[in-house]
């Protein structure tokens, strides 16, 4: 394998003076003001927010239109170089990051509404429109993109990772948004994957097939998703528990009884410990359990009811309830500084798994995460989006200190392999990208083979996002 | 297209004598009592509800195991026979028909459960379980299947078809139900498209692939469902107006109004006159919408109050409410006992259409079909999960009398080319079998390019359900 790897790599890396003339070809095409060898682009462009090792593109691009894509595949399947797609930057496992060098292409100029139709609750967007800049604009006719990753990602990089986050509990991920992509292929060839409409059985699903393809098998150019009503009413609530496993347990409950929450998020102990120290705050150190109800008035309130039963009788503690926007806010600020929290330390690094498993399985495997973190002496915490059996630690570490992040990479890799064991996946929301190339064959098995098939007939000479998903 | 079409079918059609020698062999492999040549078991395989022609099968299989199936594939393999699935035989687009001959595989003894977890609510079956079946056993546990296409269909056919129903507004189409999917590919190879965990990116999603795709990809042997659970209470309502239109305009009201309707259909104020005269009813016959609302007691309340006055401001007449089960019952019979009101008239076939359409295009659409229906000179109504923006003709015609099932055909042609036209799909439950194989070019376009690349490369010999999808 590291054999073939390394033939990939000789094959596909071209000297200096050869990527000259291609990058002349590329200016020739779409024009130089689209074109950047600028040393602050190519560093941009060289990695994401996970700690893979950045590798600079030998150009960056820029393009406005799908014509602009289409030759820059051109350009690239003409000189055989490789190309990458970068979002917002915001990626996880290293999807971004150009192995290969070759071309990176920036969508922060393609972030045009195409299709906005309120009445069928559907836009249609340029891949470069961020989340939020989506959700000011249709906020204002009363309809939101619930999908929430954290990072203000690109909707071509979420479409790309199949990201989801907090609401997936309820609305799923961001496959479950889509209803048409148009990708431009590795030829050239321009597709659309569906149609407009909100459901169909004609064809093969090929929209689920992009979704999550981490620009590997085309690049995306228009997204058609659906948008969902604002809920007219919204309520938080937080309550503790003495153990891990019994917040687990609780989400389990609350699942069972059929209340349709907006968000049902876990921070353990630990975590909660380092927010109170991260922002100066007084939230109760213990395993804690995050809810958001969002609907019709009465709907809320009696599901609100129900929930605090339903803790209640699973012995909770610190049970709160915020209604006000602003006291909603603060219940759920422990949660909302926890990323910020552990990569705001100073000098340490951080890296996080980030599992989903059948719900029944979650309390074990939460502490099965937990004594890892212990084992390899190290900082870390446990978060998690546990409606879905979605969860991931951040372990911190310092990068000059010998073996810390191997000791790190060790409690992911643990934990991703104990969730294929019990049933799961080793990303609920990351994606592969480098990470997690190590675990396809673990988890697929001979499906890896399928999807190499699929790669091979869509990318022949291998030239979109090279050296990502499989080897 | 027609030379080719002749082409494949003299390649793949086998002398009764040939057929003979690789029935011996299944035999060899699987055993007497599940390889079946009797008359009556090959009518029963030659068609669906479908008013496409019968043709019977060589034979039929009925296995007991993935082993079972395995063996099938490598015998039809190794004698080059093609491999037709069949569900329940209640599928409407002749998806179960061998028109190339050669084996029919029965799942009926392939029906158990695998791995039922209500903890998890997930449940792993074989694909030959009805969807009434099913439900008899997860509602014990207070969950549900929700996915309704009107027939008691299998799960294995659900899949295979991408099927959904009235329940879809909610829930989503079969397609959003899985986890996970065991494939006996046409090679033999077994694999597992996902893992029963809720969501994953990892790898390329082959369960969307191979679901929707009509087992011209692979042989489903197993299949891990989300399951729901059962609302605590259920109200359903009914209301009437003018014209088709302002029906397709108030279901768009609701849907903009966030509330989360569990079923909402439209039934013409011809199909309602249709029922009347079957049933001897006495229902007001004007284009109606029926509801049905589930949930926590206090929300189904708030949210058919809000219905109510919604549809009050665009004038409906009739509104009628139901809460006790009896009621309810009565109320939707017109809706119910719509499909056997016009299947049952003496001496007539019947077709239809199965349009989807962006909810905005919806009104015009049930318009133009009103008028392909008036235009053909013979009797139909409309009827439809408008929620979703689909819904169906049924167009009766006397088979015996010369045009009238082209005509009829012709409104169904006609419906699916300004579906496409306006943004929406030729098929949005039914799937695409033979009725719409003529219409993929036009709705997908060069995406069909690569649907027939996943195809070559999944099944190079053409041996899985031939003839389907693809000319």
Chains 1, 2 share one sequence.
Not at 102 to 107: A, P, T, V
Not at 354 to 373: K, M, T
Not at 434 to 460: F, T, W, Y
Request: glycine share 10%; charged share 20%; aromatic share 6%.
């Amino acid at each position: 394998m590291i054999i073939s790897l390394l033939f990939c790599l000789s094959k596909l890396q071209i000297s200096k003076g050869v990527s000259q003339i291609y990058i002349k070809h590329l200016i020739d095409r779409i024009g130089s003001n689209k074109v950047s060898q600028n040393e602050t682009e190519l560093f941009r462009h060289s990695h994401d927010e996970s700690p893979h090792k950045t590798i600079e593109p030998d150009v960056v691009c820029f393009p406005e239109c799908k014509d602009d894509i289409k030759n820059i595949v051109e350009v690239a399947h003409a000189h055989r170089v490789p190309v990458t797609a970068f979002g917002a930057g915001s990626g996880l496992e290293g999807q971004a990051i150009p192995i290969h060098k070759g071309i990176s292409i920036n969508f922060e100029n393609m972030n045009a509404v195409v299709d906005f139709s309120p009445d069928d609750m559907t836009i249609t967007v340029q891949p470069g429109l961020t989340r939020l800049q989506l959700n000011k604009l249709v906020n204002r006719k009363g309809l939101m993109f619930p999908i929430d990753p954290g990072a203000d990602a690109t909707i071509g990089g979420m479409v790309a990772t199949n990201a989801s986050g907090t609401t997936a509990v309820r609305y799923g991920s961001m496959r479950d948004q889509l209803l048409d992509l148009e990708v431009v292929l590795a030829d050239g060839t321009v597709i659309h994957t569906g149609t407009h409409a909100k459901k169909s059985s004609s064809g093969y699903n090929l929209t689920g097939l992009f979704a999550g393809s981490e620009g590997t098998l085309g690049i995306i150019t228009e997204v058609t998703l659906r948008l969902h009503g604002i809920p007219e009413y919204t309520m938080v609530a937080r309550c503790t528990f003495d153990t891990p496993e019994k917040c687990a347990q609780a989400a389990q409950t609350i699942l069972l009884s059929g209340i349709p929450v907006m968000r049902m998020e876990l921070v353990d102990a630990q975590s909660i410990s380092q927010v109170n120290m991260y922002g100066g705050y007084n939230y109760p150190v213990k395993h804690s359990l995050f809810f958001e109800f969002a609907g019709l008035k009465a709907a809320v309130e009696e599901e609100i009811k129900l929930a605090q039963e339903l803790m209640n009788d699973l012995d909770c503690q610190d049970w709160k309830v915020a209604t006000d926007p602003k006291e909603q806010k603060e219940l759920w600020k422990a949660r909302h500084e926890l990323s910020y929290a552990y990569g705001h330390i100073k000098g340490m690094a951080d890296t996080g798994a980030d599992v989903c498993v059948p719900i029944s399985r979650l309390p074990e495997l939460v502490v099965y995460a937990r004594e890892l973190i212990e084992q390899s002496g190290l900082e870390g915490g446990i978060l998690g989006h546990v409606g879905d059996g979605n969860f991931h630690t951040i372990v911190i570490f310092d990068s000059n200190n010998p073996g810390e992040q191997e000791k790190a990479e060790y409690t992911n890799e643990a934990l991703a392999m104990r969730a294929i064991e019990v049933g799961g996946t080793c990303t609920g929301e990351h994606g592969v990208g480098l990470g997690k190339m190590k675990l396809q064959k673990a988890e697929h098995g001979d499906a890896v083979g399928i999807m190499k098939g699929v790669k091979q007939m869509l990318d022949p000479e291998g030239l979109l996002n090279p050296g990502k998903i499989f080897y």
